[in-house]
């Protein structure tokens, strides 16, 4: 149980695009997704957290602009990457939970490698 | 602030070398710790949620225990399919968000 499935897995594409990526969590509800970016021998980095039907809160930093999180229903979330450019080149994990107040664990993709030429 | 500091950064042992990763914690009150393996380009898997000092929990070769300041994930006779990064992570009570280690990066050597 408790599978989160990310799409795509990898992408491509030229620097000036957009590119959307999907988070779905398959057997659960998943009332609060996170969206995380991860460099390479670093740990995770937190870019936002969103709650189904609510505006995402984003980490200091973090571009609203740039990363436009969607999350409009309890298993489905995305994370759209606006006028990409090389410096966005990363990979990106989303993560779902299923309960805000029993402390439960978050569920994590397999990510996606975003690499822009 | 939560803060957590994972030891050591990398750790090789042969197979069959039982040893410990240690993961300290700073929080203001304590939701839940967990621990996650994480493979070269893959997401973090969960492995266990600890909630409170004194708990254990086991899966396979693996042991993670909790006290008020630590928490230490025990490997049993490792094989080479446990190489993988360990992360830890806390959330405190009031916190959306999960704070993380920066990982123990295991490698079992056949």
């Known amino acids: 149980g408790a599978v989160v499935s990310q799409h795509p897995s990898w992408v491509i594409c030229k620097s000036g695009t957009s590119v959307k990526i999907e988070c779905r969590s398959l057997d659960f509800q998943a009332t609060t997704m996170f969206w995380y970016r991860q460099f390479p021998k670093q740990s995770l980095m937190l870019m936002a957290t969103s709650n189904e039907g609510s505006k995402a809160t984003y980490e200091q930093g973090v571009e609203k602009d740039k990363f436009l999180i969607n999350h409009a229903s309890l298993t489905l979330s995305t994370l759209t990457v606006t006028s990409a450019h090389p410096e966005d080149s990363s990979f990106y994990i989303c993560?779902?939970?299923?309960?805000?107040?029993?402390?439960?664990?978050?569920?994590f993709g397999d990510g996606t490698r975003l690499s822009i030429l | 602030e939560d803060q957590v500091t994972q030891s050591p950064e990398a750790l090789r042992l042969q197979e069959g070398e039982s040893s410990s990763l240690n993961c300290s914690y700073t929080v203001s009150g304590l939701r839940g710790l967990f621990w996650y393996r994480q493979d070269p380009g893959k997401g973090p898997e969960f492995l266990f949620t600890?909630?409170?000092a004194g708990e254990e929990k086991e899966k396979e070769r693996l042991k993670a225990t909790l006290t008020k300041k630590e928490s230490f994930l025990h490997i049993t006779a490792p094989k080479p399919e446990d190489s993988a990064t360990y992360l830890c992570a806390v959330r405190s009570f009031g916190n959306e968000k999960l704070t993380f280690g920066t990982g123990t990066r295991l490698t079992i050597i056949p």
């Open positions: 993560s779902a939970r299923g309960d805000r107040e029993l402390g439960q664990p978050q569920h």
């Open positions: 600890l909630y409170s």
